[in-house]
């Protein structure tokens, strides 16, 4: 209802009651894809696809207080189209992980750190998790240096696979795939339990 513009509110929680503040528009252009995740209890990333910006992989860190939202600059992760994810999930309070498939690339699913430092982001080197058509990814963390992605594996008869990503640094890499289910899967969610 609003041109598509990316948008966010805080919840505020009473028992089983929510309130909300106002809303706070961090992307002012048709927007899509949104995923967050928490850096600290006031400070969060939002990363999506920037429809109005070449489909772009983009990022932004949000501020709270109270129920005030402010954000910084928008910083891109990928110059090129996308159309898959992105997703993304904090690692620490300056680390966070995003996901997505590159079809500028073949939809490679690929994978990038962000350090936030304040509200700047710098992005390490871009990682291929899978060298063939990747859709439908959910990223969720382990600890501080390790993550899963669950993703439907297009190149693969579309199978639900999932593969573990270790970082140093803002350097990644990756086990193996494996696969979770052997048929066409999509609509993928992912959680974790503790650190294994």
């Given at each position: 209802?609003?041109?598509?513009?990316?948008?966010?509110?805080?919840?505020?929680?009473?028992?089983?009651?929510?309130?909300?503040?106002?809303?706070?528009?961090?992307?002012?252009?048709?927007?899509?894809?949104?995923?967050?995740?928490?850096?600290?209890?006031?400070?969060?990333?939002?990363?999506?696809?920037?429809?109005?910006?070449?489909?772009?992989?983009?990022?932004?860190?949000?501020?709270?207080?109270?129920?005030?939202?402010?954000?910084?600059?928008?910083?891109?992760?990928?110059?090129?189209t996308i159309y898959y994810g992105p997703a993304c999930v904090?690692?620490?309070?300056?680390?966070?992980?995003?996901?997505?498939?590159?079809?500028?690339?073949?939809?490679?699913?690929?994978?990038?750190?962000?350090?936030?430092?304040?509200?700047?982001?710098?992005?390490?080197?871009?990682?291929?998790?899978?060298?063939?058509?990747?859709?439908?990814?959910?990223?969720?963390?382990?600890?501080?240096?390790?993550?899963?992605?669950?993703?439907?594996?297009?190149?693969?008869?579309?199978?639900g696979t999932a593969i573990v990503g270790t970082?140093?640094?803002?350097?990644?890499?990756?086990?193996?795939?494996?696969?979770?289910?052997?048929?066409?899967?999509?609509?993928?969610?992912?959680?974790?339990?503790?650190?294994?």
């Amino acid at each position: 209802a609003n041109s598509s513009y990316g948008t966010a509110i805080v919840g505020t929680v009473s028992g089983t009651t929510i309130s909300f503040g106002s809303e706070y528009v961090f992307n002012s252009g048709s927007t899509a894809r949104i995923s967050a995740t928490t850096l600290d209890s006031t400070h969060f990333v939002v990363a999506y696809c920037d429809i109005d910006n070449h489909y772009y992989g983009t990022a932004i860190v949000g501020t709270v207080s109270g129920t005030t939202i402010s954000f910084g600059s928008e910083y891109v992760f990928n110059s090129g189209t996308i159309y898959y994810g992105p997703a993304c999930v904090s690692l620490d309070s300056t680390h966070f992980v995003a996901t997505y498939s590159d079809n500028s690339n073949s939809d490679f699913g690929k994978a990038v750190v962000g350090t936030v430092s304040g509200t700047t982001i710098s992005y390490g080197s871009i990682y291929v998790f899978n060298s063939g058509a990747t859709r439908d990814q959910l990223v969720t963390s382990l600890d501080s240096t390790h993550f899963v992605v669950a993703y439907q594996d297009y190149a693969n008869s579309s199978y639900g696979t999932a593969i573990v990503g270790t970082v140093s640094g803002t350097t990644i890499s990756f086990g193996s795939e494996y696969v979770f289910n052997s048929g066409s899967t999509a609509r993928i969610s992912a959680t974790t339990l503790d650190s294994t």
